[in-house]
């Protein structure tokens, strides 16, 4: 309970000890993910992920965006030689808090909650599932962002990724 309420008043404190950052930025990425093993005699290849995400910064160390993402896995049963390929499209909004916003290197922890449309491979078929996404990465320089995620789908759809991110905008703004 201690922890609870000196974090609840070092945020404002950490809020007002910011710079000044401008409120819009949009972050193309990519990098690579990794399905979940569903069962034994199974191989999960690495996949790929794409993104775009626009955000709004507040200055009390917080941004709130909406994300589009666009990624694929390959799962290899050893038992039959089969192969499933798993793409999957992913709206969401997301919210990130900053831990030093305007800074050369600013951590930060995250999260977005959104819905997904799977397309499976072997099947034709389009599944669709709520999504869960925490994060947890930083910003470089205003305008790198290396982003470690985990993206919790329906049961077997999960999945692990990370990203490297080149972000236009942001930044601090310029004092007259």
């Not at 990098?31 to 775009?52: A, C, H, S, Y």
């Not at 965006?65 to 089969?82: H, K, P, T």
């Amino acid at each position: 309970m201690k922890i609870i309420i000196m974090f609840l008043v070092l945020i404002p404190v950490i809020a007002f000890s910011q710079e000044t950052v401008t409120p819009f930025e949009f972050e193309v990425a990519i990098g690579p993910n990794w399905g979940i093993q569903k069962q034994k005699g199974e191989d999960v290849r690495t996949g790929l992920n794409v993104f775009m995400e626009m955000r709004y910064n507040y200055k009390a160390c917080f941004d709130f965006g909406m994300q589009l993402f666009v990624g694929a896995y390959e799962r290899l049963n050893n038992n039959d030689n089969s192969e499933t390929i798993y793409r999957n499209v992913i709206i969401q909004p997301v919210a990130d808090y900053n831990f030093r916003q305007g800074k050369k290197v600013n951590p930060f922890v995250g999260l977005g909650i959104g819905l997904a449309a799977i397309d499976i491979d072997n099947d034709r078929v389009v599944e669709k599932s709520y999504c869960v996404n925490p994060r947890i990465g930083a910003e470089f320089f205003h305008h790198a962002r290396v982003t470690f995620e985990y993206r919790l789908l329906r049961t077997d759809y999960s999945f692990w990724g990370c990203s490297i991110g080149i972000v236009f905008g942001g930044g601090n703004k310029k004092q007259n």
